[in-house]
């Protein structure tokens, strides 16, 4: 059974970074998409970024474009996502996710859209908290 746990979250101010780390066990990493979904309260699950198998492809959601970056590991069977220049609206609870369908994450790259697909695998997510 594959899993994923999260790390890295935590609390900053505006204008700082994070790097939230994703291990993936239980698996081969590179037989999966992997990418990142973030939910604040009172609002429906949002798309960050997401990396195709081989890493080569990275899809990112307008908002964080220019400002995140998502990374793998596949040889360490690690995903990354670097935040920088953090904003208030970017507090969440950030989920890690894979899917054997990198469909699944293209399709929601871009301007923003509620996430409704349910991937395959989700971990239980790490609390981000940007002050201003």
């Known amino acids: 059974q594959v899993q994923l746990v999260e790390s890295g979250g935590g609390s900053v101010q505006a204008g700082n970074s994070l790097r939230l780390s994703c291990v993936v066990s239980?698996?081969?990493?590179?037989?999966?998409?992997m990418g990142w979904i973030r939910q604040a309260p009172g609002k429906e699950r949002e798309f960050v970024a997401a990396?195709?198998?081989?890493?080569?492809?990275?899809w990112y959601a307008d908002s964080v474009k220019d400002r995140f970056t998502i990374s793998r590991e596949n040889w360490n069977s690690v995903v990354y996502l670097q935040m920088n220049s953090l904003k208030p609206e970017d507090t969440a609870v950030y989920y890690c996710v894979g899917d054997r369908s990198e469909i699944a994450f293209s399709h929601y790259r871009g301007a923003y859209q509620p996430v409704k697909y349910q991937y395959d695998y989700w971990g239980r997510g790490t609390q981000v908290t940007v002050s201003s």
């Open positions: 990396a195709s198998k081989d890493g080569d492809s990275t």
């Open positions: 239980g698996g081969i990493s590179s037989n999966y998409a």
